[in-house]
C-alpha cells in the first residue's frame, strides 16, 4: 500500500488554456462579477468611474469593489492581505482578470469611497427585495458593540482625567516635600538623591500638564469622552466588559434573519435608535405597516411614540427599573390605570388619584396619590418606605407604552423570536466571518467598513445561497450543453466554449421569475 502522490512539478500537464476553467460555474465569485458589472457606480458615489484623458491610467471602481467584496466575503479584510490574494488566489486572479493592485490602492479606494459603500449595500437589499427574501412582516432591531482602534487607555472622560490630575497633584505634593528634606539631609554630599527627585517632579509636571490640556479640550468639544488613536470612538460596556469602539445598529427581517438596514454610531447606548434603525427597513421593505420588536434597551417613549407614528408597531418590553423595585415594593406595573375615571388602582384594591403636575426630560407628568388609603393599609410596608403614601407617576403620553405592554401581553413569544433572529446576524458576523475590531479609524470608514461587513453576511446567508443556487444550477446545465456543443458539433477551441457562458446572470434571476418584479439592477440602483 502507498500514499496517494500528486504530479512530479516538472512534469508537463495538459492544463486549461483560460483562467475561467478554474473557476466553477456555479463559484460565488461569478456572482460578485455580475452583481458589480450591474451597478451604477456613479450614481452609488465612487470616484473615477470615469477615467481622465490624460495622465497615468487607474484601476477601474468595480475592480476594486469586486476584490473588496470577495474580500470581506471569505475573512480576508486587511489591504496587504488583499494585495497577497491577487497573486495566489485562483479566484481573484479570475475576479479580476489578472490585475494586480498594491495594497496603498487598495486601501485609498476604500478609504476615498467610503461613503459609497453603503449605496452598494443596498442595492444587494433592494435585489435580495426582488428575489422576494424578505418576509416583510416583522422586523428585530439590535446593536452590539465592535472594537476601534483605540486602547482603552488611550480614552478620557472627564472624571477619569479629573481623577489623574488629582493623582498627580498629591504625587506632586509628596515629591516636592521630599526635595525639601533631601535638600537638608543631603547637604555636603552630592546630591543624587535629590537630582533623581528633580526629574521626577519634572515628569510629573509634563504628565499633569497633558492632562490638563485634554480636559481643556474635552470642556471645549462639549463631548463626554476623548478618544485619542479613533477621535471617533467612544468607550462603551458589552457585557460587563468596557471596551473603545462603535455601536452597530442593524434591522433584521424575520422570515431569513437577513440585514434589510444597518448602521454604525458612537452612541453609547441603545436607547433612542430604535426608529432612527427601523423606519429606512421600513421604507426599503416598501411597506406601510410592520411590526418592530426591540429589547429594554430601546426603552424610551418618545421613541417608542415616533416610531408608531412612522406606521410600525413597536415591541419593546419596559425594564423593571426605580427605586421600588430595587426596594423589593410593589412594582407600577402592578398598579392598573384606569382610563376612564384616570385613577391608578393599586394592589389592596384603592384608587390612587391625580394629585399635581411636574416635568421630566421636557415631558409632563402627573402624581397619583391617597395618602388616606395609604395610611391605614395593611400592604404598606410592601408597597412604599415613606411615612404615610404611595405615590404613581404617570407622563403625559404614557397610552402609547400602554399599547405596547398590552401588544405584548397578547403576543409574548414575540420576545424569543426577536432574540432567535437578531442575534443570528451578530453571532455569524462575529464568529463565522471573525469580524474582530474595525481596521480603519473614523465614524465613515468604519461605515464603509461595517457596510462591506452586512453585504458580505446577507451574500452568504443560506438564505441567499439556495435562492441563487437555484439560478445557478440552471445556468450549470444551460452551460454544460453549451460547452457541449461548442466541443462537439463546432470542434473549436476550448477558449471558444468557455467564451459562450451566460452573459450575466441578474437579468438570469429576474428572467427566471425569481423576482417580485421585473426591474434591471440599473434601476434599482437609480431608485436606491
Ligand atoms: S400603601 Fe397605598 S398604594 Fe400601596 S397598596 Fe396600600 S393603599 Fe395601595
Given at each position: 500500500?502507498?500514499?496517494?502522490f500528486?504530479?512530479?512539478?516538472?512534469?508537463?500537464?495538459?492544463?486549461?488554456?483560460?483562467?475561467?476553467?478554474?473557476?466553477?460555474?456555479?463559484?460565488?465569485?461569478?456572482?460578485?462579477?455580475?452583481?458589480?458589472?450591474?451597478?451604477?457606480?456613479?450614481?452609488?458615489?465612487?470616484?473615477?468611474?470615469?477615467?481622465?484623458a490624460?495622465?497615468?491610467?487607474?484601476?477601474?471602481?468595480?475592480?476594486?469593489?469586486?476584490?473588496?467584496?470577495?474580500?470581506?466575503?471569505?475573512?480576508?479584510?486587511s489591504?496587504?492581505?488583499?494585495?497577497?490574494?491577487?497573486?495566489?488566489?485562483?479566484?481573484?486572479?479570475?475576479?479580476?482578470?489578472?490585475?494586480?493592485?498594491?495594497?496603498?490602492?487598495?486601501?485609498?479606494?476604500?478609504?476615498?469611497?467610503?461613503?459609497?459603500?453603503?449605496?452598494?449595500?443596498?442595492?444587494?437589499?433592494?435585489?435580495?427585495?426582488?428575489?422576494?427574501?424578505?418576509?416583510?412582516?416583522?422586523?428585530?432591531?439590535?446593536g452590539t458593540?465592535?472594537?476601534a482602534?483605540?486602547?482603552k487607555?488611550?480614552?478620557?472622560?472627564?472624571?477619569?482625567?479629573?481623577?489623574?490630575?488629582?493623582?498627580?497633584?498629591?504625587?506632586?505634593?509628596?515629591?516636592?516635600?521630599?526635595?525639601?528634606?533631601?535638600?537638608?539631609?543631603?547637604?555636603?554630599?552630592?546630591?543624587?538623591?535629590?537630582?533623581?527627585?528633580?526629574?521626577?517632579?519634572?515628569?510629573?509636571?509634563?504628565?499633569?500638564?497633558?492632562?490638563?490640556?485634554?480636559?481643556?479640550?474635552?470642556?471645549?468639544?462639549?463631548?463626554?469622552?476623548?478618544?485619542?488613536?479613533?477621535?471617533?470612538?467612544?468607550?462603551?460596556?458589552?457585557?460587563?466588559?468596557?471596551?473603545?469602539?462603535?455601536?452597530?445598529?442593524?434591522?433584521?427581517?424575520?422570515?431569513?434573519?437577513?440585514?434589510?438596514?444597518?448602521?454604525?454610531?458612537?452612541?453609547?447606548?441603545?436607547?433612542?435608535?430604535?426608529?432612527?434603525?427601523?423606519?429606512?427597513?421600513?421604507?426599503?421593505?416598501?411597506?406601510e405597516?410592520?411590526?418592530?420588536?426591540?429589547?429594554?434597551?430601546?426603552?424610551?417613549?418618545?421613541?417608542?411614540?415616533?416610531?408608531?407614528?412612522?406606521?410600525?408597531?413597536?415591541?419593546?418590553?419596559?425594564?423593571?427599573?426605580?427605586?421600588?423595585?430595587?426596594?423589593?415594593?410593589?412594582?407600577?406595573?402592578?398598579?392598573?390605570?384606569d382610563?376612564?375615571?384616570?385613577?391608578?388602582?393599586?394592589?389592596?384594591?384603592?384608587?390612587?388619584?391625580?394629585?399635581?403636575?411636574?416635568?421630566?426630560?421636557?415631558?409632563?407628568?402627573?402624581?397619583?396619590?391617597?395618602?388616606?388609603?395609604?395610611?391605614?393599609?395593611?400592604?404598606?410596608?410592601?408597597?412604599?418606605?415613606?411615612?404615610n403614601?404611595?405615590?404613581?407617576?404617570?407622563?403625559?403620553?404614557?397610552?402609547?407604552?400602554?399599547?405596547?405592554?398590552?401588544?405584548?401581553?397578547?403576543?409574548?413569544?414575540?420576545?424569543?423570536?426577536?432574540?432567535?433572529?437578531?442575534e443570528?446576524?451578530?453571532?455569524?458576523?462575529?464568529?463565522?466571518?471573525?469580524?474582530?475590531?474595525?481596521?480603519?479609524?473614523?465614524?465613515?470608514?468604519?461605515?464603509?467598513?461595517?457596510?462591506?461587513?452586512?453585504?458580505?453576511?446577507?451574500?452568504?446567508?443560506?438564505?441567499?445561497?439556495?435562492?441563487?443556487?437555484?439560478?445557478?444550477?440552471?445556468?450549470?446545465?444551460?452551460?454544460?450543453?453549451?460547452?457541449?456543443?461548442?466541443?462537439?458539433?463546432?470542434?473549436?477551441?476550448?477558449?471558444?466554449?468557455?467564451?459562450?457562458?451566460?452573459?450575466?446572470?441578474?437579468?438570469?434571476?429576474?428572467?427566471?421569475?425569481?423576482?417580485?418584479?421585473?426591474?434591471?439592477?440599473?434601476?434599482?440602483?437609480?431608485?436606491?
Amino acid at each position: 500500500m502507498t500514499h496517494i502522490f500528486g504530479f512530479e512539478r516538472s512534469q508537463l500537464l495538459l492544463l486549461p488554456e483560460a483562467v475561467d476553467d478554474y473557476v466553477g460555474i456555479d463559484n460565488p465569485v461569478r456572482f460578485i462579477d455580475q452583481f458589480v458589472d450591474g451597478l451604477d457606480l456613479t450614481a452609488a458615489g465612487f470616484n473615477r468611474v470615469t477615467p481622465k484623458a490624460t495622465g497615468r491610467p487607474g484601476y477601474a471602481p468595480g475592480d476594486l469593489l469586486k476584490l473588496y467584496i470577495y474580500g470581506y466575503l471569505n475573512r480576508v479584510r486587511s489591504s496587504r492581505r488583499l494585495e497577497a490574494e491577487c497573486h495566489r488566489n485562483v479566484e481573484v486572479i479570475w475576479l479580476l482578470r489578472t490585475l494586480k493592485p498594491d495594497f496603498k490602492t487598495i486601501a485609498d479606494f476604500r478609504s476615498e469611497n467610503r461613503t459609497a459603500f453603503k449605496a452598494v449595500f443596498r442595492q444587494f437589499t433592494l435585489l435580495c427585495k426582488d428575489l422576494k427574501l424578505f418576509g416583510r412582516e416583522l422586523l428585530a432591531v439590535d446593536g452590539t458593540r465592535i472594537k476601534a482602534v483605540n486602547n482603552k487607555d488611550k480614552n478620557f472622560t472627564r472624571n477619569s482625567l479629573e481623577k489623574f490630575i488629582k493623582a498627580v497633584d498629591e504625587r506632586l505634593e509628596e515629591y516636592l516635600k521630599r526635595l525639601d528634606e533631601g535638600d537638608v539631609a543631603e547637604a555636603g554630599t552630592d546630591g543624587s538623591r535629590v537630582k533623581n527627585l528633580a526629574e521626577k517632579i519634572e515628569a510629573l509636571r509634563k504628565k499633569r500638564g497633558r492632562y490638563g490640556a485634554l480636559l481643556a479640550d474635552l470642556e471645549k468639544s462639549g463631548e463626554s469622552q476623548i478618544s485619542l488613536t479613533d477621535s471617533d470612538s467612544r468607550a462603551m460596556a458589552a457585557h460587563t466588559k468596557v471596551g473603545v469602539g462603535y455601536n452597530i445598529q442593524i434591522a433584521v427581517d424575520a422570515k431569513n434573519k437577513m440585514i434589510v438596514e444597518q448602521e454604525v454610531t458612537n452612541q453609547v447606548v441603545d436607547m433612542g435608535l430604535l426608529t432612527e434603525t427601523a423606519e429606512p427597513a421600513r421604507a426599503i421593505l416598501d411597506v406601510e405597516h410592520i411590526d418592530v420588536v426591540a429589547d429594554r434597551g430601546y426603552f424610551k417613549i418618545e421613541d417608542i411614540e415616533a416610531c408608531e407614528k412612522a406606521g410600525m408597531t413597536p415591541y419593546v418590553p419596559q425594564p423593571q427599573r426605580g427605586s421600588s423595585v430595587k426596594n423589593g415594593l410593589f412594582r407600577k406595573d402592578e398598579f392598573h390605570y384606569d382610563a376612564a375615571r384616570d385613577v391608578y388602582v393599586c394592589p389592596a384594591g384603592e384608587a390612587l388619584s391625580r394629585n399635581h403636575e411636574s416635568t421630566l426630560h421636557d415631558l409632563k407628568r402627573f402624581h397619583y396619590t391617597n395618602p388616606a388609603a395609604c395610611s391605614a393599609c395593611p400592604l404598606r410596608v410592601r408597597c412604599t418606605t415613606t411615612a404615610n403614601r404611595r405615590q404613581v407617576t404617570r407622563l403625559e403620553n404614557e397610552a402609547v407604552l400602554d399599547r405596547v405592554a398590552a401588544r405584548l401581553k397578547a403576543r409574548p413569544w414575540v420576545l424569543d423570536r426577536r432574540r432567535e433572529v437578531v442575534e443570528h446576524p451578530f453571532g455569524s458576523i462575529k464568529q463565522w466571518m471573525y469580524q474582530g475590531a474595525f481596521l480603519t479609524k473614523g465614524l465613515e470608514k468604519v461605515r464603509a467598513e461595517f457596510s462591506l461587513t452586512a453585504l458580505a453576511y446577507n451574500f452568504d446567508g443560506p438564505s441567499t445561497s439556495s435562492a441563487l443556487g437555484v439560478a445557478t444550477t440552471e445556468i450549470r446545465g444551460e452551460m454544460r450543453e453549451k460547452r457541449r456543443c461548442a466541443w462537439g458539433a463546432i470542434g473549436k477551441s476550448r477558449a471558444n466554449a468557455v467564451s459562450t457562458r451566460p452573459a450575466t446572470l441578474i437579468p438570469f434571476l429576474i428572467d427566471q421569475n425569481l423576482c417580485a418584479q421585473s426591474r434591471s439592477p440599473m434601476d434599482m440602483i437609480l431608485q436606491g
